[in-house]
């Protein structure tokens, strides 16, 4: 371009960074080398410090048996604390059970809406203007009151 109106940028140009192996500034580094940083505040360069993440537990997730099924729970994360003892239950069990507590139309379907919710919810069809509409909000879990094994499944997976 002429100098009128364009770009005035000048183009990038890169470096040949397999020659280069000391930088021109001693206050840049690398990306990849060494653990120096260049602070404004503490005004020079200082070592950075490593990350060491935490050890993991090595003990193995406790498994309970299912109250409603007498199946163990494998997958205890999965699981949802029943109504009235807050013991860990299979998530599909209490859909089932709450399914069978509800008389449910055609279009209906019972599903788990978060917050330890589940909820009856009528699905309209692929292209109506509201798909679907929830008749009926079930609370299962309460959210004052935790449960002791939901505090072993969270201590096991947050180490920090």
Request: overall charge positive; glycine content about 12%.
């Amino acid at each position: 371009m002429s100098g009128r109106g364009g770009n005035s940028r000048r183009g990038y140009r890169r470096r040949d960074r397999e020659t280069d192996t000391e930088p021109e500034n001693p206050r840049q580094t690398k990306k990849g080398g060494g653990n120096l940083r260049y602070d404004k505040g503490r005004g020079g360069i200082y070592e950075r410090l490593q990350w060491i993440p935490p050890a993991a537990s090595a003990e193995p997730l406790p498994t309970p048996d299912c109250p409603y099924c007498g199946k163990a729970i494998k997958d205890i994360a999965s699981a949802i604390g029943d109504k009235n003892t807050n013991e860990p239950v299979h998530f599909d069990c209490i859909i089932a059970r709450v399914a069978k507590g509800e008389t449910l139309e055609k279009g209906d379907v019972v599903i788990y809406i978060g917050g330890g919710r589940f909820g009856v919810v009528h699905f309209n069809g692929l292209h109506s203007s509201p798909p679907f509409k929830i008749k009926k909000i079930l609370e299962w879990e309460d959210k004052e009151n935790r449960a002791e094994w939901r505090k072993t499944i969270c201590d096991h997976y947050s180490l920090t």
